[in-house]
């Protein structure tokens, strides 16, 4: 199993990500009030702006203050 660093110590099995997406549009911005709204919703950014939400397969999504880039490259090392 390998875990990906998204942030301020905090981890994440690559395993379970199915995409990493930038929080800008409107469809992921209420994809995301719905996940909060459902209690899935995890904020790994740490009161900063979030640049990259990460979507897994347990429906939970992964709010990070690193950009999409960053994660992507970190996931394919």
Do not use: C, H
Request: charged fraction near 25%.
């Amino acid at each position: 199993m390998k875990l990906i660093n998204i942030g301020f110590g905090n981890l994440v099995s690559a395993d379970r990500i199915v995409s990493i997406v930038s929080p800008e549009s409107a469809p992921i911005k209420r994809m995301i009030q719905d996940v909060r709204d459902r209690g899935l919703l995890i904020d790994a950014s740490f009161g900063r702006s979030t640049k990259s939400v990460i979507v897994t397969d347990s429906g939970n999504l992964i709010l990070s203050s690193l950009p999409p880039e960053t994660l992507a490259q970190r996931a394919e090392e």
